[in-house]
C-alpha cells in the first residue's frame, strides 16, 4: 500500500506517517514512484500505536515495546505501573465531575458558602494539582 492508502485506512495525515517512520515505529517497504509503500502490517501496527497513545504512553516508551521485526517486546510491568496512573487520574477526574454537578446543583446562596465547594477548592489549591490539570490540558503530540 503506498502512503496515501495507508493514511486513508488508518486516519492519520501522511505527515504522522512520515514522522512515525522517522521515529522508527513504522517502516516503509520502498518507494512507488516518490511515495513511501507499506506492507499491510502497518495498519496493525499504527492501532497498536494508537492503543498506546489513548492509553498515555510517550512516543519513546511505545517505540520501546516495538521491535523492529515486528515482534512486540511488551513490558507488563510498564503497563501495569500506566494502569495504575490511568486508575488514579480515573478517580481524580470523577471527583472533579461529581464536583461539577454538585457546583452546578448547589443551593447555596454563594459557591463559596458551600462547604462542599470549599474542600474541591482546596484540593485544587494543593500543589501538583495546577501541573496534573495543565499537563492533561496540552494536545498530545502526533
Known amino acids: 500500500m503506498d502512503i496515501g492508502e495507508v493514511a ?11 514522522y512515525y517512520e522517522d521515529k522508527g515505529l513504522i517502516a516503509s517497504t520502498g518507494r512507488r514512484g516518490l511515495r513511501r509503500v507499506f506492507d499491510r502490517g502497518v495498519l496493525e501496527r499504527l492501532a497498536l500505536i494508537a492503543l498506546g497513545r489513548a492509553s498515555g504512553f510517550s512516543l519513546a516508551e511505545i517505540a520501546g515495546m516495538l521491535s ?6 511488551i513490558d507488563r510491568t510498564l503497563l501495569d505501573a500506566k494502569a495504575n ?3 488514579h487520574t480515573i478517580r481524580k477526574l470523577t471527583a472533579l465531575r461529581d ?4 457546583a452546578a446543583a448547589c443551593s ?12 474541591i477548592l482546596a484540593g485544587a489549591a494543593k500543589p501538583g494539582a495546577r501541573a496534573t490539570a ?9
Open 85 to 87: 496512573e490511568l486508575d
Open 8 to 18: 486513508a485506512r488508518s486516519g492519520l495525515p501522511a505527515s504522522t506517517l512520515r
Open 68 to 73: 523492529a521485526d515486528g515482534k512486540l517486546a
Open 99 to 102: 464536583g461539577l454537578r454538585h
Open 134 to 142: 495543565q499537563a492533561r490540558s496540552k494536545p498530545p503530540v502526533a
Open 108 to 119: 447555596a446562596p454563594s459557591h463559596l458558602e458551600c462547604p462542599r465547594f470549599r474542600r
